[in-house]
C-alpha cells in the first residue's frame, strides 16, 4: 500500500493576546495528479473545500457586489449588473448589513416661506422707520411665516414648496419599523421663450423604468409612515430597494456571482460552512484521511462550532493507523484537541473561573509532551506548547517552540502569529506589524485572527484609525471573534462612542456571557448611554467572580451616590471596600511620609553633587525624588477617599437631623 503523503492544511489554532486571540495555518493545495494512498474523489472534495475556506475577503458585503467584481456604494445593492438604493444616506453605512441599528426619527414636511406685512394691534401695518424713527412713506414692517404645500403640481414640482423635516410624533414612530422614502423625478429643459430668456429647468414626476427616470430619497412624511403608502416611493424599510416593475418595496436577493451552488450567499469570501461541508465529504469518501478531519474541525471552529469541532478531532483519533505515516496523523488528532482545551482555558480564564482553567491548561501541556515524545517534529504539538508558554509568560520557551515548528515549515502560520504575539509582549511593535502584515496575511489574507492581533499593533503603534480597521475586518471575517470585539469596543469607550461600544460587548457577551472583560466593558458602554441601574448589575456580577478589581469598586460607589440610586449606605460600602483593598495608609500616617519624603528630597537638592563619582549622588536624587512624588500621590490618594467618605457621612447626618426635624421616621 502506498504511503500517504499529506495535503495542505488551511487554519489555526487559538493564541492569547491580552484577550483571546487565534492564528491561521494556510498552504497551497496540490495542484496536477492525484496523491497516490488517498481516494481521488475525497481529494476531489477536499480541494473543494481548500477553494472555498481559502477564498479572499470580498471587497465589500456581497449583495453590494456586481458581476464585473466592483461594489455598489454604501446605501445601494447590487441587481448583477447595476446598483439600487436600499436607504437614505443617513442610514447607508449600515443598511445591508445592519439594518436594525439604522434609527430615523425625522419626518418630511412640505412648506412654504409667505412673507407679509406686521400689523399692530388694531389690524393696520407697522410703517418701517428710518435711523431718526421717522416713518418712511409706503414701506412696512414685514414677517415671516411657513404654510403647508403641496410639492406637486399637475405633476410638475413646485419649487417654491420646500422639503423640510421635523421631530416625528410617538404614533408616528410608532406605526412600523424604521422606513425610507422617495420621489420618482425626471429633470427635462424648457426651451425659452425669448431669445433674451434662459431655458427653464422643470422636474416632472415620472413612473419607475421611465427614460430619463431617477429616484430620490427622502424622509417619510408622518401620513406616509402612518398609512403604509406614498405617491412616490416606498414607503420600504431599509435594506430594501423599490422595484421599478410594480413600484413595491423588495429584498434584494444574493447576486449571482456570489451564489453557491446550494443557494447560500457565500461565494464571495471565506465560505467556511461550504469548506466544512466539503471535507466532511472527502472524510467520508476515504476514513482514513486526517487532514480532512482537521480541516472540517477548524473550520468548525472558525463558526463558533466548538463542540462539533472537538467531536471531528475525536473521530480522527479514533482511526486504527496501519503504518508509521498514519501513527503520526493520528498524534496530530491529539494534538487538535489538545489545541481545543488550551483554547477552552483561555475562556474559563476570561470568565474567572482560573482552576477550571489551570486544569485545562495543563491538561493541554500534557498531552502535547506525551506526543513530543514519540514525535518531536509534530508541528501542531510544538504550537500548543509555544502558546502555552506564551500565556504564562515565558517567552524564551515560548520562542524555542516556534522555532521547532518553523524548522518544518517557515509558512506555518500558527507559529508566526505566535511570533508576532512574543514581540508584542517585548513591545517590538514594528516587527509585530511586519510579521503580520508582510508574512501572515501575505500567506492567508482572510485570516481574521491576524487582523485581530494586527490591530493590537496598531493599538501599541498609537495608530487608531488602522488598529479600528483591522479589528473591524476581523470581526467580518469571523463574527465569533471575541477579542476583536472587545478591543473594538475598547477603542469606541476610549473615543465616547458609547452606542457602538454597547453594540460590541453585546455581541461578545452572547458568544460568551461570563467573559468578565466582555461584562467590565458592557457595564462601561450603559455608563455611556445613561443606563446606571443596568451597569451596576453588570459590575456588581464582574466583582461577585473577581473581587480584585479596585477601579469597578470605584464605578460602583459613583453609581450609587448618585440619581437614580442615592444609595448613601451602598455608596460607603463601595468606598470603604476600595480604601481596604488599597491597603491606604491612615491620612495622617499618609501626611507624615509625603512630609518626611519631601524634606529629604528638598535637602539633597541643597547639596552640590561631589567631584568624585557624581553619577552616585544623582542617582540618589532620582530615588528621593521619585519616593517624595510617589508619596504625595499617596497622601492625595487618600485624602480624595477620606474626603468622599466623610462627605458621605456627613450628609446622611443632615439627612437625619431634617428627617427628625420634620417629624419623619429615621430611614
Not at 76 to 82: G, M, P, Q, V
Request: proline fraction near 5%.
Amino acid at each position: 500500500m502506498n504511503l500517504r503523503r499529506p495535503l495542505s492544511r488551511f487554519l489555526a489554532s487559538s493564541v492569547a493576546v491580552g484577550v483571546l486571540g487565534l492564528a491561521s495555518s494556510v498552504a497551497s493545495a496540490a495542484e496536477g495528479e492525484y496523491l497516490p494512498g488517498i481516494v481521488d474523489k475525497a481529494q476531489d472534495h477536499y480541494r473543494a473545500g481548500l477553494a472555498a475556506a481559502l477564498r479572499p475577503l470580498a471587497k465589500c458585503h456581497p449583495k453590494r457586489m456586481l458581476a464585473d467584481g466592483n461594489c455598489c456604494p454604501a446605501g445601494f445593492a447590487s441587481l448583477n449588473d447595476r446598483c439600487v438604493r436600499v436607504s437614505p444616506q443617513t442610514c447607508a453605512q449600515v443598511a445591508i448589513e445592519d439594518p436594525a441599528a439604522c434609527s430615523m426619527t425625522l419626518c418630511a414636511k412640505y412648506v412654504r416661506e409667505i412673507t407679509e406685512q406686521k400689523k399692530d394691534a388694531q389690524g393696520n401695518p407697522i410703517p418701517r422707520k428710518d435711523e431718526q424713527g421717522n416713518a418712511i412713506p409706503n414701506e412696512f414692517e414685514t414677517t415671516s411665516r411657513e404654510e403647508e404645500c403641496q410639492p406637486w403640481k399637475d405633476g410638475i414640482r413646485d419649487m417654491s414648496c420646500e422639503l423640510d423635516t421635523y421631530q416625528c410624533t410617538k404614533e408616528e414612530l410608532a406605526s412600523g419599523p424604521t422606513r425610507w422614502c422617495g420621489d420618482w423625478i425626471k429633470r427635462v429643459e424648457v426651451p425659452a421663450a425669448t431669445p433674451d430668456a434662459k431655458p427653464e429647468e422643470r422636474f416632472l414626476q415620472c413612473q419607475p423604468g421611465a427614460d430619463g427616470c431617477e429616484m430620490h430619497p427622502r424622509e417619510c412624511t408622518g401620513k406616509e409612515l402612518t398609512s403604509n403608502q406614498s405617491a412616490g416611493a416606498g414607503p420600504c424599510k431599509i435594506g430594501e430597494y423599490v422595484d421599478e416593475s410594480n413600484g413595491k418595496c423588495a429584498v434584494p436577493a444574493c447576486p449571482k456571482t456570489c451564489t453557491t451552488s446550494d443557494g447560500r450567499c457565500a461565494a464571495c469570501g471565506p465560505d467556511y460552512l461550504g469548506a466544512a461541508q466539503s471535507f466532511a465529504k472527502a472524510r467520508e469518501v476515504d476514513p482514513k484521511f486526517y487532514e480532512a478531519y482537521f480541516n472540517e474541525g477548524m473550520a468548525l471552529e472558525r463558526l463558533g462550532k466548538y463542540g462539533e469541532a472537538i467531536a471531528t478531532y475525536q473521530k480522527a483519533q479514533q482511526i486504527q493507523p496501519s503504518n508509521d505515516q498514519e501513527r503520526l496523523l493520528q498524534l496530530s488528532a491529539q494534538a487538535y484537541i489538545a489545541r481545543t482545551k488550551l483554547a477552552e482555558a483561555t475562556k474559563l480564564a476570561e470568565a474567572g473561573e482560573s482552576d477550571k482553567a489551570k486544569q485545562l491548561r495543563e491538561a493541554a501541556r500534557s498531552i502535547c509532551e506525551s506526543i513530543r515524545g514519540q514525535d518531536p517534529d509534530n508541528t501542531m504539538a510544538n504550537n500548543v506548547l509555544a502558546q502555552y508558554w506564551l500565556e504564562s509568560g515565558n517567552l524564551e520557551l515560548a520562542e524555542n517552540f516556534v522555532q521547532q515548528v518553523l524548522r518544518v515549515n517557515r509558512e506555518d502560520t500558527i507559529a508566526l502569529n505566535i511570533r508576532g504575539l512574543i514581540n508584542l509582549h517585548s513591545k517590538q511593535n514594528e516587527i509585530v506589524r511586519w510579521i503580520l502584515e508582510e508574512k501572515v496575511l501575505m500567506l492567508d489574507p482572510a485570516n481574521a485572527e491576524a487582523f485581530a492581533n494586527l490591530g493590537l499593533s496598531y493599538v501599541r503603534l498609537g495608530d487608531m484609525p488602522k488598529a479600528v480597521v483591522a479589528f473591524e475586518r476581523a470581526v467580518k471575517l469571523s463574527p465569533t471573534s471575541v477579542p476583536a470585539r472587545l478591543n473594538l469596543g475598547a477603542i469606541y469607550i476610549d473615543y465616547l462612542n458609547y452606542k457602538a461600544a454597547h453594540d460590541q460587548y453585546k455581541a461578545a457577551l452572547a458568544l460568551e456571557k461570563d467573559n468578565l472583560e466582555a461584562l467590565t466593558g458592557y457595564a462601561l458602554a450603559l455608563e455611556g448611554v445613561r443606563q446606571p441601574k443596568d451597569a451596576a448589575g453588570y459590575y456588581e456580577r464582574v466583582l461577585a467572580k473577581d473581587p480584585s478589581r479596585k477601579p469597578l469598586l470605584v464605578r460602583l460607589a459613583i453609581i450609587y451616590e448618585k440619581a437614580p440610586f442615592n444609595d448613601a449606605d451602598k455608596a460607603l460600602e463601595y468606598w470603604k471596600k476600595f480604601q481596604a483593598l488599597s491597603n491606604l495608609a491612615p491620612i495622617g500616617a499618609a501626611q507624615t511620609e509625603r512630609d518626611i519624603t519631601k524634606a529629604a528630597y528638598e535637602a539633597h537638592l541643597k547639596q552640590k553633587a561631589p567631584r568624585k563619582n557624581p553619577a552616585a549622588f544623582l542617582e540618589e536624587r532620582k530615588v528621593l525624588e521619585k519616593k517624595a512624588k510617589d508619596a504625595d500621590s499617596a497622601w492625595r490618594k487618600v485624602v480624595a477617599i477620606d474626603s468622599r467618605i466623610q462627605a458621605i457621612v456627613e450628609g446622611k447626618k443632615l439627612e437625619e437631623e431634617a428627617r427628625q426635624k420634620d417629624g419623619k421616621p429615621s430611614s
